[in-house]
């Protein structure tokens, strides 16, 4: 709100018009550019127009998507927009039992079999599937999968800490040291309480059973999922609770230097409308803001 203000107030100070609670339905270009708003039926006339619209995701901040009818109303291509940097969601049922776990976990993201992506961090377990920083970072290739009809799965090494060889070392030898301790006090201290008798029982393994009577090759089914938890996704948390998108105008129609549109002059376009998207970080917001103030000082200097 503060920036905001702050933005309200400079433009006051310079004169700026500013009309609120009305959308924008169409924009034309003859000799100069009729903007049609939908509330009033005015027609605004203007020599150079910014769309700076933002994307379809989190609507709530009135990002509603018409920033991409409008550029594609003016001739340019809208690559495919799908949302990022949100939750997946998948159909298996243990997830309501493992809904507020938390804990650190390396994040990996196979397409068709294929390894495409990987984060580490904090991983949340919801009723539905999986969220965190790492799962958002790796969102965007498995929104546009799914829109493929690709098959998407995640891979969760939840003990990112240790290797393969020395957590398989490492719990063998509390199989022999704990032998008369059940199998979940076992991995007690190496993952959430909480998480470890889905895990076991996933395994076929009942977790009161002491650990000297768990056969061999469940135990080690257990190591091996601890290392390597495979979660099949179905389907994103959808444009509402993303972030960002990606997708949108193709970059390849827009100046770099001035963010004006190659296809029609006087018309620029900044930040989320534009097919690139970045990481959690910061980096969305200053793309928006590095291209809206570049966008808005070329459409000023322009003759």
Known sequence: MCVRDALELEAKQAGVKIIN????????KKQHFQIHCKENKNIYTADRVILACGSK??????????????????????????PALMA??????????????RTGATVQLYIDGRLIDQDTGELQFTDYGISGIPVFQVSRYASKALLQKKKVSVLLDLVPSMSNDDFAAEMTRRKEQYA???AEECF??????????VLLNLCGIDKKLWAVKVPEDKWNQMIKIC????????????????QICAGGVRTTEVDSHTMESKLVKGLYLTG????????????????A????????????EEE
């Open 21 to 28: 609670s009305v959308s924008v339905d169409q924009i034309k």
């Open 57 to 82: 995701a989190s609507q709530i901040s009135g990002s509603d998507g018409s920033g991409y009818t409008l550029a594609k109303m003016l001739g340019h291509n809208i690559s495919s927009v799908v």
């Open 88 to 101: 997946l969601r998948s159909d298996e049922k243990y997830f309501k039992k493992l809904a507020g776990i």
């Open 180 to 182: 008369h301790r059940t």
């Open 188 to 197: 007690n201290s190496i993952l959430p309480a909480k998480l470890i008798p």
């Open 227 to 242: 290392k390597g938890f495979r979660v099949n996704v179905t389907e994103t948390n959808g444009f509402e609770k993303a």
């Open 272 to 287: 989320e409308l534009l097919d690139i998207d970045g990481i959690c970080g910061g980096y969305n917001l200053h793309f």
């Open 289 to 300: 803001w590095a291209t809206g103030t570049l966008a808005g000082t070329s459409a000023a």
